[in-house]
């Protein structure tokens, strides 16, 4: 069974530029999830789609951040215009759904500059 | 007060010892619990879920949940040094219908040969 991929696994971009990030959760998992992890911090919730719809995106930092999930198979983080405390590594997960544990993908580690 | 808070180590131990990892919650009626396992630059890999009062044992991990203490913890028995790793705890919140799991910061678990 193929694991969750994430792409790029690194990116640096200039502060103001646009970057966007692409999840492939496991197939069969309706519920995908984008997480993110800033320097020192924990791990924190962004969003959680089930199949194309947005469950619940109450932790998006703000409207620079746009997720998608067209077709309810990959998902993308669009980041625009990107600010240099967006920097971090972000993760994307997938689930059959509750009580089950996530599978998450290796991550993108993000560098505005 | 974190929702969900762990010591942040390093905790350091010999090989072949125990090795026990700690982890409180705030959210009383939160339901599961789940023990990840993530090496420097890789994605967090889950290793134990527990959902109900005591002990769940599995090969050399032992979850323990105290849910009247608010306390979740993992035990390793014969520690290896590819144990060497960041351990960390997520909790999914009792109010929590979507499956989105809050994190401590971990606890970086270093096993000397």
């Known amino acids: 069974e193929a694991g969750v991929t994430q792409f790029p696994s690194h990116s640096v971009i200039e502060k103001g530029q646009t970057v966007t990030l692409r999840c492939d959760p496991i197939?069969?998992?309706?519920?995908l999830y984008w997480y993110r992890r800033v320097m020192g911090k924990e791990i924190k919730f962004l969003l959680h789609?089930?199949?194309?719809?947005?469950?619940?995106e109450s932790g998006m930092p703000n409207n620079r951040f746009l997720a998608e999930r067209t077709g309810g198979t990959y998902s993308t983080l669009k980041v625009q215009p990107a600010e240099l405390e967006d920097s971090g590594v972000y993760f994307c997960a997938s689930s059959q759904g509750l009580p089950y544990g996530y599978t998450f993908g290796s991550g993108t580690r993000l560098t505005v500059v | 007060q974190k929702e969900v808070e762990q010591n942040s180590g390093p905790l350091s131990v010999p090989e072949g010892a125990i090795a026990s990892l700690n982890c409180t919650y705030s959210d009383r009626v939160s339901q599961s619990f789940f023990w990840y396992r993530q090496y420097s630059g890789k994605s967090p890999e889950l290793i134990m879920s527990i959902y109900s009062n005591g002990d769940k044992e599995d090969g050399r991990f032992t979850a323990q949940l105290n849910k009247a203490s608010q306390y979740v913890s993992l035990l390793i028995r014969d520690s290896q040094p590819s144990d060497s790793a960041t351990y960390l705890c997520a909790v999914l919140l009792g109010s929590s219908n979507t499956g989105k799991l809050i994190f401590g910061q971990g606890t970086t678990l270093q096993v000397k040969p």
């Open positions: 197939s069969g998992h309706d519920n």
């Open positions: 789609f089930v199949k194309e719809s947005k469950q619940d």
